[in-house]
């Protein structure tokens, strides 16, 4: 299980270190691929595949769903940490989401985000000024 959120750089070469607590999850594969709301999303190997199968499944006729399935299927690499546990982002990905050297990488459960720094904190504020809405919403999902 992935939480917490964590600050780390992009160095020279497009390369990440994902926090040591995480590596373990990713030992067996990771698939790093276009997120949603300018981030990346970084899935392990076996919460990827799922996720493939149920993109794989949308109906094809449907706009919404090929666009989908496009921006996070054809934007995914499988990626492998080196020996100090550093993924490499590819160039495409790193422009998609805008990042600079400062990155923030957020454990959500059964992924990790990877957002900009500076995009992360001004996400962070629009969410909480929202906030009371957000709980609204969650009570009437029954949360």
């Known amino acids: 299980m992935f939480i917490g959120e964590y600050n780390h750089t992009i160095d020279d070469k497009g390369r990440v270190a994902i926090p040591a607590k995480f590596r373990g999850d990713l030992a067996m594969g990771a698939v790093v691929t276009r997120g949603l709301d300018a981030s990346l999303f970084l ?10 199968a149920k993109l794989a499944s949308l109906p094809l006729g449907q706009s919404n769903s090929r666009a989908f399935a496009r921006l996070m299927l054809a934007g995914a690499m499988e990626v492998e940490a080196d020996k100090q546990g550093r993924i490499i982002l590819p160039e495409y990905l790193r422009q998609y989401a805008g990042m ?6 957020a454990g959500l459960y059964n992924r990790l985000e990877l957002w900009d720094a500076e995009k992360w904190e001004a996400y962070k504020r629009m969410t909480e000024a ?3 809405n957000i709980a609204e919403k969650l009570g009437e999902l029954g949360v």
Request: glycine residues 6%; charged residues 35%.
């Open 43 to 52: 899935f392990p190997k076996e919460e990827w595949d799922k996720l493939a």
């Open 100 to 105: 600079s050297k400062a990155v923030v990488v």
């Open 130 to 132: 929202e906030v009371g």
